[in-house]
């Protein structure tokens, strides 16, 4: 017996039923399509002859493939897909009427034929290959694929296959791609005596013999190769009188199980209408030649041509129909009497299928329940990859969501409807349906062709020229955002009492000329909108302003959506003002806030000042991410964020950036215990409305910032992430000097003071360097160059080892003076001692001489070449004329709570970085996580370690979030195990 491998997954897997909700199937399927090779591209397969036994109690198969094909440039090895499974016994060529055993080889997955001569083109081969064995049982049917070997309630046999994902080289030797259907194919399929074999196209025959019967089934019309298939079952079979579209009688045939032939009867009837209602839209059916069949299947359904498999539960959906029957009949024209030639273009299957059966919801309930079916789609939708790339795609790429492709991708059914109903907006509903209808028959001759000449290959291109022909529109802008990348359109509103504001904010700029209709006070206009903002003056006294009010438009957040987040925020800070932006990573909004805040927490009547924030949101009940910068606002999504895909609030640091009171910093306000009562405030207060965990990070003195929190109000957050976050202990940490003597390699520091030797060796050439610099960049030096220069040097070592500089840039004794300054400017960055930034930092300095505690210098190495800072101190860059008085206690306090209580913190560090020389050492009785990440520096970030620790750390954060974090997903945990 053949060991299957299989691909188990670490994480526990929900499987939902539902055929286009996002599923984590645990085993991967092996893959179909993509890029064809030039060995199968030369060929085109004509027909395949299927003789097989089927072995029920070995669960195995035997018998032989026939495979016809045209040669289409000159090729001297057939290349064939088939299953590991299968053993192969021999390969013969029909030649001249002869049967040739020719060479073959059966590895990877391949079959290699040789017949050790060239076939040219025009030619075509015929070779017939046998072989046997047991073809792989399917685990999670009908989406990871195979052989089902099931019994009926009665303990009959009841086989049945399915092999979209995986192709028909699961159970016979084929050309496994959508690019290549056979017009023919026949198939023998000996069982025992007592089961009938159901399958493609027409039953010609059943011939018995012994014990068992041979069903001879035949497909005259294209046929791809994932919808050959087989259903064995003691199978009674229903009919039902239609009379299609043309005119023409037509049975309606379902082969069921005897203990479900009542249900079936009961369920029935409702399949006319479904056929009837297709015939409509799109045309005829499009195998009236040869048949209109249903089968019960042990597996939910697919849409195997003319044998459409069905498990449904013959019940039906909210909107009143049999979803699973609608839908795999959709399939007969999209899908099997048009084809996408690559699995790129899937969602021309499987997206206007889904769109066919919201259709036929407004055909039962009217555009309520059109409208109720589109409003489903949506949450389903995770826009993490391109609908349709102009890229080849396999089946795994297009289903699944990699890297671990066991997750998947419902995009092509929900986001593939949702463009169709956009478009239908857009272009009119008449221009919409005449060119979907256009894109399956392109012809009224196609529309009466029964031959097999009907069916044809399409891709999204043949799409979008229909459309810009049916509707005169150019059209190109529409689907390259919607189709080609994955991210939405987001619709900017503003509204004063005077003005409403409205502005496309696209992926990457895209052009996007989408007009919105806007109702104002019930009169309805549409107004042309792009990617700068569009004014509409609001009279005095109106009413409502609705944006898109039965969101036609596919974008990141409707209208409503907006209100809910302004509303619920107001209600919380009535003295808010909100502004939308434009957003960012995975936000579907996003907000600039002024928030007023007390001066003094403890007496408000002291006057407030404006704390700016900006709001990412996603959901009120996913986790959200408070960052408690250190100094002014940065704008941009945080790592925590994007792991756990939750919402982010960035708030600035009082009285920095635009944070300062209007008339300036009243320096007594500025302490660390109001800085935490203004984050203490904001949580508390958004806790009523975001109701997920809460995450509090900042970096450096960001993350320092995120401790003191933690250790004044430990219950605020649910978890705490502080990055390269340092706790001082004192006005000159000695630790920080400690770690600059001791840290890395003794040749690099070496190399490091032999640099600040030979800058200040060469003061007067570097002094003119800095000189020019300052004039080039405008910049004003109070403190006076040659302060700088000195400052710049006895920082050089704690920058150095801060940001992690390379010991073989470090310029050589001999260096010009232009390249010594560059390189200090590069680690140290000279404008630190420009005017405007000792400006922009002094509430820092501030900070630091009163509570937070700082670094010192070491003169020593460079002592006998210092010529006037010969006392350096940090203290020089302070405020001047404000007590500075320092107290010694409070940071103590807050490194005795987190080094004994600080529970849920994860510490994270890089190992050269100088302010790791100040970490927090959390004791064993705290369920904290230190990560020191290898010779890493400032800059450190969970996604610079390795994967093992970055398991470590998103395990450990999905214990205390008790959420799904999603970056786990991404980093494929997955291991091989044995079966
Ligand atoms: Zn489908």
Redesign the pocket.
């Known amino acids: 017996m053949t060991k299957t491998t299989i691909l188990f997954s670490l994480l526990f897997c929900l499987i939902s039923f539902q ?1 286009n909700a996002q599923r984590y199937l645990g085993v991967k399927p092996t893959d179909s399509g993509g890029l064809l090779s030039y060995a199968q591209a030369s060929y085109d397969v004509r027909q395949y002859d299927l003789d097989l036994s089927i072995l029920i109690e070995q669960k195995a198969i035997r018998g032989s493939v026939r495979i016809q094909a045209d040669v289409l440039s000159p090729i001297d090895q057939i290349v064939l897909d088939l299953d590991s499974a299968f053993e192969v016994s021999k390969v013969v060529l029909e030649k001249e009427g002869a049967l040739l055993p020719i060479d073959f080889e059966h590895k990877d997955l391949k079959l290699y034929c040789t017949p050790h001569f060239t076939f040219q083109p025009q030619e075509e081969f015929a070779i017939r290959v046998y072989y046997s064995g047991k073809p792989k049982v399917a685990p999670r049917p009908p989406w990871v694929g195979g052989f089902m070997w099931e019994e009926t309630e009665e303990g009959k046999p009841w086989i049945a296959t399915a092999c979209q994902f995986d192709g028909a080289d699961l159970w016979f030797p084929c050309k496994d791609h959508p690019s290549d259907e056979a017009e023919h194919v026949r198939l023998n399929i000996t069982v025992p005596k007592g089961l009938e074999v159901v399958s493609n196209g027409v039953l010609e025959n059943v011939s018995k013999s012994g014990d068992s019967n041979t069903f001879q089934w035949i497909v005259n019309s294209p046929i791809n190769n994932y919808n050959i298939a087989l259903n064995i079952a003691p199978y009674e079979h229903l009919k039902l009188d239609y009379t299609n579209v043309l005119g023409e009688e037509m049975p309606l045939n379902w082969w069921v199980l005897p203990e479900h032939k009542k249900q079936a009867k009961a369920q029935f009837p409702q399949f006319k209408d479904h056929l009837k209602f297709y015939e409509k839209v799109l045309g005829p059916y499009p195998f009236r030649s040869e048949k209109y069949g249903i089968v019960e299947t042990p597996h939910l359904g697919m ?1 195997h041509q003319t044998a459409i498999a069905y498990g449904a539960d013959f019940t039906n959906n909210e909107f009143g129909f049999d979803f699973l029957h609608h ?2 009949l959709g ?1 007969e024209w999209w899908g099997n009497l048009v084809t996408a030639s690559d699995w790129k273009d899937f969602w021309i ?2 997206g206007f ?1 889904i769109y066919m059966q919201v259709l036929y919801a407004e055909e039962l309930g009217g555009m309520p329940a059109y409208h109720k079916y589109i409003s489903t789609l949506k949450p389903k939708v995770r826009n993490k990859q391109a609908l349709a790339p102009l890229e080849s795609k396999s089946t795994l790429e297009k289903y699944f969501f990699g890297p671990c492709y066991i997750e998947s991708d419902g995009d092509i ?1 929900t986001k593939g409807a949702l463009v169709l109903h956009t478009l239908r907006y857009l272009v009119g509903e008449e221009a919409l349906l005449k060119g979907i209808r256009k894109l399956a028959y392109p012809t009224k001759e196609a529309e009466r062709s029964t031959d097999g000449s009907q069916c044809h290959f399409v891709n999204s291109t043949d799409f979008i020229r229909i459309m810009e022909e049916e509707s005169g529109m150019e059209l190109d802008w529409y689907f390259e955002l919607y189709l080609r990348q994955p991210d939405l359109p987001n619709l900017v509103i503003n509204q004063t009492e005077s003005n409403l504001t409205l502005q496309w904010d696209t992926p990457k700029k895209l052009a996007f000329p989408m007009p919105v209709e806007v109702v104002i006070d019930g009169k309805k206009k549409r107004i042309e909108v792009g990617l700068e903002e569009v004014k509409i003056p609001l009279e005095k006294g109106v009413k409502e302003v609705l944006v898109d009010p039965e969101n036609w438009i596919y974008k990141a957040s409707d209208q409503s959506e907006k209100e809910k987040v302004r509303a619920a925020f107001l209600a919380q800070f009535p003295k808010a003002k909100l502004k939308e932006v434009k957003r960012k990573a995975h936000f579907t909004q996003y907000y600039e806030i002024y928030l007023p805040q007390p001066l003094d927490h403890s007496n408000p009547k002291n006057g407030t000042f404006e704390q700016k924030m900006y709001l990412g949101h996603v959901d009120f009940e996913k986790p959200i991410l408070i960052e408690t910068e250190g100094y002014q606002l940065y704008n941009y999504p945080r790592e925590i964020s994007k792991i756990t895909k939750g919402n982010q609030l960035l708030v600035e640091y009082r009285f920095y950036g635009e944070s300062v009171p209007k008339g300036g910093i009243p320096w007594k306000y500025l302490t660390n215990d109001l800085a935490i009562e203004d984050y203490h405030r904001i949580v508390s207060k958004l806790k009523n409305v975001y109701t997920g965990k809460w995450i509090s990070s900042g970096v450096s003195k960001g993350g320092e910032t995120t401790l003191i929190y933690k250790s004044k109000y430990p219950n605020d957050v649910d978890v705490a992430v502080p990055y390269v976050a340092p706790i001082i202990l004192g006005v000159e940490d000695p630790r920080t000097d400690q770690h600059i003597n001791t840290v890395g390699e003794k040749t690099t520091r070496k190399r490091i003071t032999e640099f600040q030797r030979t800058v200040l060796q060469n003061r007067t050439e570097v002094l003119k360097e800095i000189e020019q610099y300052a004039a080039k960049k405008e910049m004003k030096f109070s403190v006076g160059l040659e302060v700088a220069l000195e400052y710049a040097v006895l920082e050089f070592p704690f920058s150095y080892w801060q940001w992690g500089g390379n010991v073989s840039d470090i310029p050589t004794k001999d260096a010009p003076a232009k390249e010594l300054f560059n390189y200090l400017n590069q680690i140290v960055g000279i404008s630190f001692y420009s005017d405007i930034t000792i400006d922009r930092l002094l509430p820092s300095y501030y900070q630091h001489m009163k509570e937070l505690g700082y670094y010192g210098f070491d003169t020593t190495p460079v002592a006998d070449l210092l010529e006037i800072v010969h006392k350096p101190t940090n203290s020089f860059f302070a405020p001047q004329n404000v007590d500075l008085t320092y107290n010694p206690n409070y940071m103590k306090e807050v490194v005795d709570f987190l080094e004994s209580k600080g529970d849920n913190i994860l510490y994270i560090y890089g190992e050269y970085d100088t302010w790791g020389a100040c970490a927090v050492n959390p004791s064993d009785k705290t369920n904290a996580l230190k990560m020191v990440l290898k010779k890493g520096s400032h800059a450190t970030r969970i996604r610079h370690f390795s994967v093992e620790d970055q398991i470590r750390i998103y395990s450990q954060l999905k214990d205390w979030l008790g959420v799904k974090v999603e970056a786990l997903g991404d980093l494929c945990l997955e291991k091989e195990e044995e079966i």
Request: glycine share 0%; aromatic share 12%.
């Open positions: 055929i849409e839908h795999e399939h299957h499987e299928c059914y």
